[in-house]
């Protein structure tokens, strides 16, 4: 298939990846039933008819055809039956819901190059039908895109461009369920290998394992969608990633094309060696697992492309056909403990030595020759000792497969099965010996036994042979323990030894395996025996001794050895040899970038596993290495491989750095005075069983002086835990612990306005008390004017400057109370009336602000611009509404006639009105007066009654209104033709409006300068108990047992701010001392000697507090003499420090 796309190779680490991932619900297909192969050992059909490029092509090649690329895929979508194009669509889309279910995220990119990979290969199976092609490519999709959301869009159409080409050829033999498993195994495999493949190597990878698993599904009637996609999954992933390990120089003969025949050849193999006939009882039915399908594919696909010489694609898909199919089906003819013991890497391995070996003397094999020989090697080495090791085993199936070939060609065998029991018998031989003997010896003695026993066809069967080989190997590999033999040597006695035993067992008829053995250590031990006594027949010529000696002398045989090493990744420090051997002394070396590095000397024969080769200097990137076994002696290379080494750093250990000190505040914020980590991070603080935390930081970012947000706050000192924390996994990088002191702010004083019902003249109003934090105005409006609705609600825009009425002098910041407002006279607004109609008003009173501070108000005369209200949080104005009631005028009293005498007619009667605990309102005439003001001294309630000196004739008309009032001095003025005479608060315990008295009554002179009898204030008794002190309270703090008697330490707290001066004393218990009668503001504490006459004895301490206010005194009472101490001598719960006393 010919692709327009942009090839980006990006070589990284990759895994394969667990096809744990679940699939679409397939349906069942037919059970294993056993059938035999219909399409016999023939070549799978090529997908598509198309060849990928030729290795060597280059991509250069790919871009020059876009144009004529472009033209034909336009006409191949052209000729698309409309059905199979929304065939197609639906396919990607069911793949696509899938892998978004499963938190895959999906590009629209990604989208069209699926649809345009599964297009281009519909067009060419225009036969499929509507059901197999959105089943093909919906498993197709799902394949790709499960494994990794960073899959690019070229990868994704060759990808799944290939796998439906493949599973798409096969549409006359499979049904649409088998498609979709084989395409997502193909595509899954292949994707895993997406870092180190070009676009070419995963679409011919695809194509051929999706092909191979197709056509054996179908051929087989296979129904397990497991075994299906594990299948393809294995041989994509294996050829793919043995293919990286094929030199460029060996590309010449190991193409794409040979590629994909492997892949086609070891899913095909590897499916079907997993549903053979079943040849063990029912209950060992689980023998092969998806995971040994997988493996056995894989090591199928990579050992089918080790070749040196030239190889046809058929016979490549032949040997990994052979190798995948052996393996398991060997899995399936031992027993059941055996099974648990043969690992998936131990298949994996088998599968590539059989698929080696067989195709290593492929020049004059027949494709059926190949695949017997890699199919009989697969199986007869999984027969499995526990001591057997993975390169073991690969050297005994490559040597039994190889041995079997040649001998096949060499012999001209054709019969099939002879030439697997040759391979099996070796292989299973070997591995018998394989722990007394090396790993070239494994070989040469599988691969001297195989092709002796075959060379037996004509005569002996092919249980005769199996058992000829197998006992061959079972004998030379016992003899040979006592004996120097060269590797030369062991291959020639396996092989003659392996021929005499089939004879043998041809002609004597001879099928039993031990009786084989023995037969074999017979001939052997003859061969041993003879070669060890040769005696001259002749006497030889002195004088030519030496020249004869010289010339007969056998040449040393050539030092073999043997190197298993794999691509990796690593931190480019250290390399890992899996395993290396050799038949001299030897040692490893590795070779980069110039360098080259070396291990050890290992001993002739001696197996090194998992070697580690320490990289000095170390990789940086990636790089391809060559690995050598080389000679001790001469330096020879014995053996090489060339790997990919991909370097994978460690990812640096975050750091950071936390700066944070002990701070005091009002338990809102706290301050990191600098952090930073050299990853994206963020701040957090742990307190009280809360953590809060910052918004993430990025990565070098400097904060400094940053805040953290506490929330809920601190209410009381906390000890804080502060971290930096990482933004990605929450990693601690830096903490501290500091202590937070919490020091709440005192509340900012806020506007507030009272202004309660009253009755008037109607030319003014008392507005009971302003509070202006910045000082300014009060305004009295006109609330009918308004018709505003809820106070509460009123808003700046409710307020017009036009509807005010009155205005207050400039206030002082801070509350001031009794604020007498004249109405209607507002600078900036004219009135027509002096004052308010008979009857009932609702005014409002607003707090407003002295924005020009020039005390004079100016809300009216600009229209609202100066002096704005203030306003409340909810930015509605500060006010307060009352209904002002202006009763009737008295009719004028006409005027007296003159008595005879001269006398004029008596005023009216002054009124009182009391409006507060401090403030008292005097309507009509006042020459003096006399107030009496109660207060709470230290030593309890007292009063003052007094007459203040006040110039009356300097004030207004003393028939007008006149307000006596307490306050922090004495002073008389006038306020706006009201008299105000202020007198001294005397108290000592300021109440909560810090006033610490009250006035109690209020006496006015009659016209000869005589007090009247006094007016009291109506709420005096409630108004006293706002300005007592507040009650103290008392302790007992400690009584301790003395040789005299008991010590008791007494305490107590007075919050107020005076002392206070009160009767004391002990009113129960024996003491001489007597307690404060003065107690101090704050706490305190005193002790004295109490001396108990009885166990039940307590002593008690009472301050009286009636005259401050209290009817009852306070008290504390100690615990009982016997609790703390007893009299008789019996010891107490706890005879110190008694400190619970009962207070009242």
């Not at 990604?110 to 499929?128: M, Y």
């Not at 180190?196 to 194509?207: C, K, N, S």
């Not at 997993?274 to 029912?282: I, K, L, N, S």
């Not at 006040?950 to 307000?963: R, S």
Request: proline share 4%.
């Amino acid at each position: 298939m010919n692709r327009v796309a942009l090839v980006v190779t990006v070589v990284v680490a990759t895994g394969m990846v667990s096809s744990a991932v679940v699939a679409p619900v397939l349906a069942a297909g037919a059970e294993e039933s056993g059938l035999e192969r219909r399409g016999g050992d023939a070549p799978l059909e090529a997908a598509s008819g198309s060849a990928p490029m030729a290795a060597g092509s280059g991509q250069a090649a790919v871009r020059s055809t876009a144009g004529a690329g472009a033209q034909r895929q336009q006409s191949q979508h052209a000729q698309l039956q409309q059905e199979q194009e929304d065939a197609v669509e639906e396919g990607v889309d069911e793949g696509i819901e899938i892998v978004q279910s499963q938190g895959v995220e999906v590009t629209q990119e990604q989208r069209a190059a699926a649809i345009d990979g599964a297009l281009e290969s519909v067009s060419q199976h225009q036969e499929a039908d509507v059901e197999q092609v959105q089943q093909a490519t919906a498993g197709a999709v799902h394949g790709a895109l499960v494994q990794d959301q960073q899959v690019d869009v070229e990868q994704v159409q060759a990808v799944v461009g290939g796998a439906t080409d493949g599973a798409l050829a096969q549409n006359q033999t499979a049904n649409a369920t088998q498609m979709q498993s084989a395409t997502w195994g193909a595509a899954h495999g292949a994707i895993a290998q997406k870092q180190r493949a070009t676009v070419d190597q995963l679409q011919v990878a695809t194509r051929g394992a999706a092909a191979g698993a197709t056509r054996e599904a179908g051929e087989n009637d296979v129904g397990k969608a497991g075994t299906i996609r594990e299948a393809a999954q294995g041989a994509a992933y294996g050829v793919i990633e043995q293919y990286q390990n094929v030199t460029v120089e060996q590309r010449q003969q190991v193409t794409l094309e040979h590629v994909q025949s492997a892949a086609a050849g070891a899913s095909a193999g590897a499916l079907v060696g997993a549903v053979q006939e079943q040849r063990v009882d029912v209950e060992q039915v689980q023998r092969v697992t998806i995971k040994q399908v997988q493996q056995a594919a894989m090591g199928a696909a990579r050992g089918a492309l080790v070749q040196r010489q030239e190889v046809s694609v058929e016979q490549t898909q032949a040997a990994a056909r052979g190798a995948g199919k052996g393996s398991l089906e060997q899995i399936q003819r031992v027993e059941i403990e055996q099974v648990q013991r043969i690992s998936i890497t131990q298949i994996q391995e088998a599968s590539f030595g059989a698929a080696k070996g067989s195709i290593s003397q492929s020049q004059e094999a027949t494709v059926e020759q190949i695949q017997a020989a890699a199919e009989g090697s697969a199986g007869g080495v999984l027969v499995q000792r526990q001591e057997v090791s993975i390169t073991q085993v690969q050297s005994a199936a490559t040597g039994a497969a190889a041995g079997a070939v040649s001998s096949a060609v060499q012999n001209q065998v054709v019969d099939i099965e002879q030439i697997q029991a040759a391979a099996r018998g070796a292989g299973q031989g070997a591995v018998t010996q394989v722990q007394i003997v090396s790993v070239v010896q494994v070989q040469v003695l599988a691969e001297g036994a195989s092709a002796g026993a075959l060379s037996q066809a004509q005569e002996a069967t092919a249980e005769q042979i199996q058992a000829a080989a197998s006992g061959t190997c079972l004998a030379v590999g016992e003899q040979i323990q006592t004996q120097e033999v060269s590797v030369t040597q062991l291959q020639e006695i396996a092989e003659t030894t392996a021929t005499d035993t089939a004879t043998t067992a041809a002609e004597q008829d001879i099928e039993d395996a031990d009786e084989l053995v023995s037969v074999a250590a017979e001939d052997v031990e003859e061969r041993l025996e003879e070669d060890e006594e040769e005696p001259a027949d002749e006497p030889v010529d002195e004088a030519d001794d030496e020249g004869e000696d010289e010339g007969d002398e056998e040449a040393p045989p050539e030092p073999e050895a043997t190197l298993s090493v794999a691509g990796q990744t690593g931190d480019g420090t250290t390399l890992t040899v899996d395993e290396a051997s050799a038949s001299v002394d030897y040692y490893l070396a590795v070779s980069y970038d110039d360098e080259t590095a070396t291990s050890d000397d290992f001993d002739a024969d001696e197996t090194a596993e998992n070697a580690t080769l320490e990289l000095e200097p170390p990789l940086e990137e990636d790089a391809t290495v060559d690995v050598e076994v080389r000679a001790a002696e001469d330096d020879a290379v014995l053996a090489s491989e060339t790997i990919e080494y991909t370097v994978e750093l460690e990812e640096p250990t975050p750091e950071a750095t936390l700066s944070v000190a002990d701070q005091t505040g009002n338990g809102t914020t706290l301050t990191v005075d600098e952090a930073s980590a050299s990853v994206d991070y963020y701040l957090t603080a742990s307190y009280d069983d809360v953590t809060v935390e910052t918004d993430s930081i990025e990565a070098d970012e400097a904060l400094e002086n940053a805040s953290i947000e506490l929330e809920p706050p601190l209410e009381e000192n906390a000890t804080v835990d502060v971290e930096v924390r990482a933004a990605e996994d929450d990693a601690v990088l830096a903490n501290e612990t500091i202590e937070y002191a919490v020091e709440l702010e005192e509340p900012t004083p806020v506007a507030n306005v009272t202004f309660t019902d009253q009755t008037s003249n109607g030319t003014n109003v008392t507005v009971d008390s302003v509070e202006a934090p910045d000082g300014g105005f009060v305004a009295v409006y006109d609330a009918d004017a308004l018709e505003v609705g809820d106070v509460d609600d009123l808003t700046v825009d409710d307020l017009e400057p036009e509807s005010v009425i009155g205005v207050s002098d400039a206030l002082e910041a801070g509350e001031t109370e009794n604020v007498t407002v004249d109405l209607f006279d507002v600078p900036g607004l004219e009135f027509d009336e002096e004052s308010l109609e008979e009857g009932e008003h609702t005014l409002l009173a607003v707090a407003h602000r002295d924005t020009d501070e020039d005390e004079s108000f100016g809300y009216a005369e600009t229209d609202g611009d100066a002096d704005e209200p203030y306003l409340e949080d909810d930015e509605t104005a500060v006010a307060d509404d009352a209904v002002v009631t202006v009763e009737p005028a008295e009719p004028e009293t006409p005027d007296e006639p003159v008595e005879a005498d001269g006398d004029e007619a008596e005023p009216a009667e002054p009124e009182v009105e009391f409006l507060n605990c401090t403030a008292v309102e005097i309507s009509g005439e006042v020459d003096a007066i006399e107030y009496t003001q109660q207060f709470y001294a230290t030593d309890g309630l007292d009063e003052e009654t007094a007459t203040p000196q006040v110039p009356w004739e300097q004030l207004a008309d003393g028939n007008g209104t006149t307000i006596v009032r307490i306050g922090p001095e004495e002073r008389a003025f006038e306020d706006d033709d009201t008299r105000v005479v202020q007198i001294e608060d005397r108290g000592a315990y300021p109440a909560e409006n810090d006033r610490s008295s009250i006035l109690a009554s209020i006496a006015l002179a009659d016209d000869q300068g005589e007090f009247e009898q006094a007016i009291d204030n109506p709420d005096a008794e409630d108004c006293l108990e706002d300005v007592r002190p507040i009650r103290p309270e008392l302790t007992v703090e400690e009584t301790t047992p003395t040789d005299d008697g008991i010590d008791v330490t007494f305490g107590y707290e007075n919050p107020n701010e005076n002392p206070i001066v009160a009767q004391s004393a002990f009113v129960e218990g024996t003491t001489a001392d007597e307690p404060p009668e003065e107690l101090a503001s704050g706490t305190s504490t005193f002790t004295v000697e109490w001396t108990p006459e009885s166990d039940d004895e307590r002593l008690v301490w009472e301050v009286d507090l009636s005259s401050h206010g209290y009817d009852e005194p306070a008290t504390v009472a100690t615990p009982t003499a016997g609790e703390v101490a007893p009299l008789e001598g019996q010891e107490s719960p706890d005879s110190e420090n008694q400190s619970n006393g009962v207070a009242g």
